[in-house]
């Protein structure tokens, strides 16, 4: 398996437009994890997906960010308007909750730069 | 509020030597303790997972250990080489927040 695949893994844009993070996670994982990571602030849980199902969004900062999982294999994290507040890496991770032994596999990132 | 404190923040040695970066933290319930290595430019991956019962746990170099009373943790690197030269994070499971995230300690392996 080639691992969790995000994209872009670089994206830099100016203050107000819209920016997508994509990921594709692991086949098989039922759980799908958005991560935000700053020098600050280390790493922030976003939201999680169960089975496709948003679980937990209580980590989204505000209304400019959502995410979406359409289906098993496909996410999408999106921010609109961009603030430069907002640069950032953003992580998606995938996993298998079940069991004390839980796991995230993390995906390589996306450095996020808001001008 | 559940919280993880790491120290030290950042640590610079010389190759070859051993190292002890310690965890904090204050989640309750407890249900496990895992440390993440995160190379510089790629997502963090697991190094050792420990749940309650379980005190000490070692994978290659590298040994955990969790004091479930002092809720304290720390990992150990011996022999430490260049490779080793990246972030450490401490990442809690339980309460009510799922999962808590420690900032990590940065460390540089110097030749």
């Known amino acids: 398996d080639a691992g969790v695949i995000q994209s872009p893994r670089h994206e830099v844009t100016e203050m107000g437009q819209e920016v997508t993070l994509r990921c594709k996670p692991i086949s098989g994982h039922d759980y799908l994890f958005w991560y935000r990571q700053t020098m600050m602030r280390g790493l922030e849980l976003l939201i999680y997906f169960n089975n496709n199902v948003p679980i937990d969004d209580s980590g989204m900062p505000e209304d400019r960010f959502s995410a979406k999982k359409p289906n098993a294999s496909f996410s999408t994290l999106k921010i609109q308007p961009s603030e430069p507040r907002d640069s950032a890496v953003y992580f998606c991770?995938?996993?298998?909750?079940?069991?004390?032994?839980?796991?995230?596999?993390f995906g390589p990132g996306t450095r996020l730069t808001v001008l | 509020k559940n919280q993880v404190e790491q120290s030290p923040q950042s640590l610079i040695i010389l190759e070859g030597k051993n190292c002890t970066l310690q965890?904090?933290?204050?989640?309750?319930?407890?249900?496990?303790l895992r440390w993440y290595k995160q190379d510089t430019g790629r997502g963090p991956v697991s190094l050792t997972i420990?749940?309650?019962?379980?005190n000490t746990k070692s994978n290659g170099r590298y040994t955990a250990t969790l004091d479930a009373d002092t809720k304290q943790s720390s990992l150990h690197i011996t022999a430490s080489q260049l490779s080793d030269s990246a972030s450490y994070i401490c990442v809690v499971r339980g309460g009510a927040d799922g999962l808590t995230f420690g900032k990590g300690t940065h460390l540089i392996i110097q030749p």
């Open positions: 965890c904090n933290y204050t989640v309750s319930p407890f249900s496990n």
């Open positions: 420990m749940t309650f019962s379980e």
């Open positions: 991770a995938s996993g298998r909750l079940a069991g004390p032994y839980n796991e995230q596999f």
